[in-house]
């Protein structure tokens, strides 16, 4: 049975995890460039945990430049098998009150500069599967956690990913909503899709900030407000954690343990040996 590694990238307001023991601050050196800080290790209830601040400590990366790719391959280095993202999120509906957790199962992408979103490239072509683009098993734990943390929680919806770092115009918001989209952010899309060509689960805590600037009622989106309401809620959002932690056990049974399986389409003879060297940790079994 392979050892059970939690990741927990942290957003907006999630610096640090509570109630680590051994704890260890890695720094993680990539093929792919620098991570947004070195990682933290630790246990958590018996189980090895792996946190990185996405923006960096102090939060100093804007969304277009977090190198998702060398922050996935790191958790990918240290054994990650179950990532969960921590997010602050626009809320799109009238339904989602600032405060409410929601666990999203789609998303939609509207980035725009040239993030990069792949390990491919450079030799080697490849096309997961990105239909459901969430692991469901640990989505339904993390709703779980998250009822049992006494939060209103919403299961599934749909996150629209922006590009940022100004928030939505009023057209844009009221365009979005017009899709049937539940939240609005600006940073899972890239770490969705390459945790998926890592074979990493991967889920999400949305914490509604804001109601963006669409609702008459409501004040537009403000930094000061979204502060505001995380810090009212970063406490629920380690519960959270701290009871998913509890429900994960036991090998995965979803589908990202294998995504990878055939979704290599380039003839492996052919593949650049440095390029296989830099895709070992996250694919290598299958080069
Ligand atoms: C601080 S408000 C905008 C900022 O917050 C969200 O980031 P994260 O997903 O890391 O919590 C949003 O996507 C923006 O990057
Ligand atoms: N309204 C909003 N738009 C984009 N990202 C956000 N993160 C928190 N609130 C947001």
């Known amino acids: 049975?392979?050892?059970?590694?939690?990741?927990?990238?942290?957003?907006?307001?999630?610096?640090?995890?509570?109630?680590?023991?051994d704890v260890k601050s890695v720094a993680v050196t990539?093929?792919?460039g620098e991570p947004s800080d070195e990682f933290i290790?630790?246990?958590?209830?018996?189980?090895?945990?792996?946190?990185?601040?996405?923006?960096?400590?102090?939060?100093?990366?804007?969304?277009?430049?977090?190198?998702?790719?060398?922050?996935?391959?790191?958790?990918?280095k240290l054994g990650v098998n179950r990532?969960?993202?921590?997010?602050?999120?626009?809320?799109?509906?009238?339904?989602?009150?600032?405060?409410?957790?929601?666990?999203?199962?789609?998303?939609?992408?509207?980035?725009?500069?040239?993030?990069?979103?792949?390990?491919?490239?450079?030799?080697?072509?490849a096309h997961v599967q990105f239909a459901d683009p969430v692991c469901a098993e640990l989505s339904d734990i993390l709703f779980a956690a998250a009822q049992a943390a006494g939060?209103?929680?919403?299961?599934?919806?749909?996150?629209?990913?922006?590009?940022g770092?100004?928030?939505?115009?009023?057209?844009?918001?009221?365009?979005y909503r017009s899709f049937g989209v539940s939240v609005?952010?600006?940073?899972?899309?890239?770490?969705?899709?390459?945790?998926r060509e890592s074979e990493i689960c991967y889920g999400v805590i949305a914490l509604a900030t804001d109601y963006d600037c669409w609702h008459e009622s409501h004040e537009d989106v403000s930094i000061d407000a979204i502060i505001d309401t995380i810090k009212k809620n970063v406490a629920m959002a380690k519960t959270i954690i701290k009871n998913a932690v509890g429900l994960i056990s036991g090998e995965r049974a979803c589908p990202c343990s294998s995504a990878m399986q055939y979704a290599v389409i380039t003839e492996k003879s052919i593949i650049p040996d440095e390029v296989k060297k830099n895709l070992d940790i996250i694919i290598g079994k299958y080069l």
């Open 83 to 125: 990532l969960i993202s921590v997010s602050a999120v626009g809320s799109m509906k009238e339904e989602i009150v600032p405060g409410h957790i929601v666990i999203p199962d789609q998303f939609i992408d509207r980035t725009n500069a040239s993030r990069a979103n792949t390990f491919f490239g450079n030799g080697i072509v």
């Open 165 to 175: 770092p100004a928030f939505s115009t009023r057209a844009e918001s009221i365009m």
């Open 30 to 32: 990539t093929p792919f």
């Open 41 to 76: 290790t630790g246990v958590l209830d018996g189980v090895r945990m792996v946190f990185l601040p996405r923006h960096g400590k102090g939060h100093r990366l804007l969304p277009s430049e977090v190198n998702y790719r060398a922050n996935i391959y790191g958790m990918k």
């Open 184 to 195: 609005i952010g600006m940073t899972n899309i890239p770490e969705a899709k390459l945790a």
């Open 151 to 163: 939060a209103t929680a919403h299961k599934g919806g749909t996150y629209i990913c922006m590009e």
């Open 1 to 21: 049975m392979s050892e059970q590694v939690i990741g927990i990238i942290g957003g907006s307001g999630l610096y640090e995890l509570d109630g680590l023991t």
